[in-house]
């Protein structure tokens, strides 16, 4: 069974019985769906002003408020920040899409184009290393690594 099933129970594993136990999850998973819903309404409209404004920024923050799994929010929101240069914003959401997707090439990149913004070349360089390492064929993190290893 997939998680996305098993998110809407409550699963107790009884080992001495050999027995998995769902109970419905009730009324706290239907808030918690409609709430993801809705994020995703607000990104969609996030999306669609596409100009980088607070507007846009505080409809990806209630999307994330709403449903704070909801990576896509992160990633559109941390977007935003590297594109105004904000360091610090850019670097904390970055910092929490790695967390969430500890595996993700796309993720370590972003992470260490923040840290650039800072001008943290090292952890930069060993951002866009760990993203090679994922997924060899990142075309941008081989890059900025050549950028950082040219200066």
Same mark, same amino acid.
């Given at each position: 069974l997939g998680l996305s099933f098993l998110n809407r129970f409550q %699963?107790?594993?009884?080992? *001495? /019985? #050999?027995q998995i136990i769902l109970k419905a999850a009730g009324a #706290?998973?239907?808030q918690n769906e409609q709430n993801c819903m809705t994020a995703? $309404? !607000?990104v969609k409209k996030g999306?669609?002003? *596409? $100009?980088?404004?607070e507007q846009q920024i505080a409809l990806y923050q209630k999307a994330i408020a709403l449903c704070? $799994?909801?990576? *896509?929010? !992160? !990633? /559109?929101?941390?977007?935003?920040?590297? !594109?105004?240069?904000a360091a610090e914003e850019a670097l904390n959401i970055h910092r929490k899409i790695v967390e969430m997707q500890p595996d993700s090439a796309e993720a370590h990149f972003r992470?260490? %184009?923040a840290y650039l913004l800072? #001008? $943290?070349r090292k952890d930069a360089e060993q951002l866009f290393q760990k993203a090679l390492q994922l997924d060899p064929a990142h075309q941008q993190a081989a890059e900025y690594l050549q /950028?950082?290893?040219n200066h």
């Open positions: %699963v107790t594993v009884d080992a *001495e /019985r #050999r #706290r998973f239907q995703k $309404d !607000y999306m669609a002003l *596409e $100009d980088h404004s704070p $799994d909801f990576v *896509e929010a !992160y !990633y /559109r929101l941390g977007a935003i920040y590297l !594109y105004q240069q992470l260490g %184009v800072k #001008r $943290d /950028r950082i290893k």
